[in-house]
């Protein structure tokens, strides 16, 4: 007996060294919450896999955690006139396979991205504008456009430069074998297990600082709770997306350090404010059919809807403080924001007083849609708002269902009033502007998930304006005062700005980011 | 035998065709898939480009009948979200899968049949109520919870085991395998347990009932008085005579953890196919759901295929062709 004893614990001694011996300090395993659906970095345009991307490839420009432009394989880049950018390589800079990266390379990935066949999410978008590529030296890029680009430069951050053979030989297929994985990132492909993990090594040649890792595991734990226990189990020692409800619980314990920033995503509701009559949703105070008037269209009618939402509440409550109450498209901070916008007061008497102005004093019948599966505790967010209307005399009914459904039916126009959230990628408000309260409209490309149809003709002029402006000073104040009309008009009431968490072992640092993209160089190893 | 088969084989395809027709509509009226896939930026002519490479802009008839066509030459279409074909990405994620039905049938069928006997042959005793006891606890938790306690236990608190995912594989014929050593087996015991718990229940309350109406019978009661060992009466006699229930249910029973191992995969962050399913549910994948379903459909009618003919096997009686009727 005790003979076994001995022996079980010398077992379980040896488990033990054998698993510390897996957490060696140089070694990092990371927790995502999504999964990755193709190591392609120009094939589905989807935060994991852009995320996972940028740790093997590089762009032109590159953001940091607040989103701001800075210089990434391209030194600098300047505007020879509003139609022509020019981009200055960097030199000296290798690919994984020892090869010299070189102008042609950049001219071959810009031709390869909007020929990716069956991509479901392309990235065409961000270099449709470009009518001319031409390298007139190897580390020099000189792209045009048809008609001034200001988004260029922002653009450049999202397209992966990749070796010139391989953007022209590689399939979708390629990567995903590993067999095209050749960025100048500051890690190398290692292995891929979908619906599993990514593994890379660290890139001794890398141009930029060193990664802390010479290995680093991606490990997809889509399930919130078990991707916590994870990390307090020490299987992981850093994960993305820490549920709402885990974040105090975290910042609590010694062992475990939480890094949080306000994200590019903002939380509103749209509405219906285009037809004027019989909008499917909408009933009168007696609960009769709206034959000839829509509410929804009258601007104080929103406003009055704004100031009844307690955004105070719900942040406190439902978001456990993790968000931050929203008066406009983007958190304060973000490029083109308005200092002048500040978050509607709840102030329910003041609603009531405004709807009997807008001719409603005994308010009307709403049913509000949102997904239950898309945004953080977006259910329960509608609900709440739900309630906030009601008592205001708008008497709202709650309908949510899975994201699949809902965005399916929204964009056909089906409801009167949903809950959505929208991430601008770009950092900048121009992305909400143009896509959410631009008058739709498939040849501009305004609009395109306007699912209220908002329409406002002096803002589609700010629109236009703001997306030709080369100077950036006077493109801000554009982007600013569009936005001040947007908000003044109602176009939609945003609600709150997600804000992204990250928690990691203690001896671990990871600096949030706005893009919410976790990237593995950015974790250093706390000496 | 080979006419029994035949016309089985010929019933499934039938079945196949019903079940892809069923898939293919309710997918369709659920939602549009590029609503899903599309970055929520793109604009008007990017979404119409993405309808037109998934080959979406064609009527949904049409769909299916290229659907139809190419199915029948073997080709169940190319994922949309992963660009490959539909049943690679399946038959990738089917190794891992069926390691974890493998743990799980073996712990519910080796811990769960000699529970089940000794619960049946001393009804009376305390052991044999605690059994029935922690039986009924098996079956009533729910899955999920039994699976975070599971992980709260034996991962963050103790840290005797990991907490989530595969473990390493190894080649072992021909395939990748993680639960042919420690290493990787270690990954495999708490999903392994937790998707057995409600199994296990079942096959003890299902032997017990089983023994309890045959220790009654003649052929028992014979064997005995004929004077054979305890062991023989036990282990041939009685184990031969009740198995033949067992067998339909955990042949149906391996089959549903197969294909529906789905709770288990994602608490474990476990990469098998249950998990690939419901994210492809989500995203609304249509190749992936319908050649899914399909691969189950014909694991269903396989394994029913074996159950029939191991009912042979252990009861002469039975004769495969009185299926016909």
Known sequence: MRVLKRTSRALIAALFAGSALFASAAELTIGLSA???????????????????????????????????????????????????????????????????????VLASLKRVP??????????????????????????????????????????????????????????????????MIGTGPFKFS????????????????????????????????????????????????????????????????????????????????MDSNRTQNSPFVRTADGKPMENANPLTDARVRRAMSMAINREAIVDRIMETVAVPAGQLLAEQFFGTSKNLKVDKYDPEGAKKLLAQAGYPNGFQLTLHSPNNRYINDEKIAQAIAQFLTRVGIVTKLETMPSNIFFTRASKLEFSTILAGWGASSGDTSSPLRSLLGTFDAKTGFGAANRGRFSNAELDVLIAEAAVEIDTEKRRAKLAQASEKAIEQMGLIPLHYEVSVWATKSNVTYVARADQYTLAQEAKLKK | MFVFILRRLSQTALVLLVTSLLVFAGLFVIGDPVEI??????????????????????????????????????????????????????????PATLELATVAMFISIFV????????????????AKGIMAISIVGFSLPTFWVGLMLIMLFAVQLGWLPSTGRGPTVEFL???????????????????????????????????????????LDYMRFARAKGLRKSRVLGVHLLKNIMIPLVTVIGLELGSVIAFAIVTESIFAWPGMGKLVIDSIFQLDRPVVVAYLMITVLMFVFINLVIDILYSILDPRVRLTAAKN
């Open chain 1, 35 to 105: 999964p990755i659906t193709s190591l392609d970095p120009h094939y589905h345009n989807l935060t994991p896999n852009n995320a996972l991307s940028l740790n093997v490839f590089e762009d032109l420009l590159s953001t940091d955690e607040f989103q701001n432009i800075k210089p990434g394989l391209a030194e600098s880049w300047r505007n020879l006139d509003p139609l022509t950018y020019e981009f200055k390589l960097r030199k000296g800079v290798k690919w994984h396979d020892g090869s010299p990266f070189v102008a042609a390379d």
């Open chain 1, 191 to 270: 292995e891929y297990k979908p619906g599993d993990r990514v593994v890379l090594v660290r890139n001794d040649q890398y141009w930029g600082a060193k990664p802390d890792w010479t290995r680093v595991q991606m490990r997809m734990v889509a399930n919130n709770a078990t991707r916590v226990a994870a990390l307090l189990a020490g299987d992981l020692q850093m994960i993305e997306n820490v549920p709402t409800s885990d974040v105090k619980r975290l910042m609590g314990d010694k062992n475990l350090a939480v890094a949080q920033v306000v994200s590019n995503r903002m939380i509103y509701l749209h």
């Open chain 1, 115 to 180: 020929n990716v066949p069956n991509s479901p999410a392309s990235f065409a978008v961000f270099v449709r504008s470009i009518v001319e590529a031409t390298a007139p030296d190897e580390h020099t890029v000189i792209l045009k456009t048809a008609a001034p680009n200001p988004g260029l430069a922002s653009d450049m951050t999202s397209v992966r430069i990749m070796p010139k053979a391989v953007a022209e030989s590689a399939t979708t297929e390629d990567f995903n074998s590993g067999k095209a």
């Open chain 2, 37 to 94: 896939l599309i970055s929520p930026e793109a604009d008007q002519i990017e979404r119409e480009r993405a309808r037109v490479a998934l080959g979406l802009d064609k009527p949904g008839w049409m769909q299916y009948l290229l659907f139809v066509k190419n199915a029948a030459s073997g080709d169940l279409g190319k994922s949309f979200v992963y660009g490959r074909p539909a049943l690679d990405v399946i038959f990738e994620r089917m």
């Open chain 2, 174 to 216: 021909g395939m990748q395998l993680s639960i042919v050593h420690w290493d990787g087996l270690k990954y495999a015991l708490l999903p392994g347990i937790n998707l057995a718990l409600f199994k296990l229940s079942l096959i003890i309350r299902l032997t017990r009932a089983q023994v309890r109406e045959n220790v009654l």
């Open chain 2, 112 to 127: 769960g049949i000699p529970l089940g006997l000794y619960a049946g042959l001393k009804p009376d005793s305390r052991i």
